[in-house]
């Protein structure tokens, strides 16, 4: 058995700490936080969910397979996209994209950065159906 230490608890230390454990390594795990998961969260403020960060998962995709293999508990599901769903860029609130409609309407992006997400969405819609 080895031992390893690894800095910081936030999803990828997680992942890292969990996939050497499971091995059956000795990890100590460091986070100068009180709690886990760093930028991984949500906080809710006046109704609406903030996400401090990047941290969704692609439901078909490697990392919630292997999260399921290891049996780590996650939850989550598509945003809302009612109402008082937005989108915040640069401090200026634009309403949710829940389609192509949306996405062509919106002020949010000019029309080079329009193509690139239809391009981005493309390729998950690909991804979806792909080896994964």
């Not at 230390?13 to 795990?29: D, I, P, R, S």
């Not at 002020?107 to 080896?131: D, H, I, S, W, Y």
């Amino acid at each position: 058995m080895e031992a390893y230490v690894v800095i910081g608890g936030g999803l990828a230390g997680l992942t890292a700490a969990n996939a050497l454990a499971g091995q059956g390594n000795k990890v100590t795990l460091l986070e100068q936080s009180g709690h886990l998961g760093g930028r991984a969260s949500t906080q809710k403020e006046n109704g609406y969910s903030l996400n401090l960060g990047p941290h969704a998962l692609f439901r078909g995709g490697r990392a919630a397979r292997t999260f399921r293999e290891w049996r780590i508990p996650f939850s989550g599901g598509y945003p809302p996209t009612g109402p008082r769903s937005y989108f915040v860029r640069e401090s200026r609130f634009y309403p949710m994209i829940a389609n192509l409609r949306g996405l062509l309407a919106t002020r949010m992006f000019n029309v080079r950065e329009k193509m690139q997400v239809a391009n981005l969405l493309r390729l998950f819609t690909a991804a979806q159906a792909g080896p994964w």
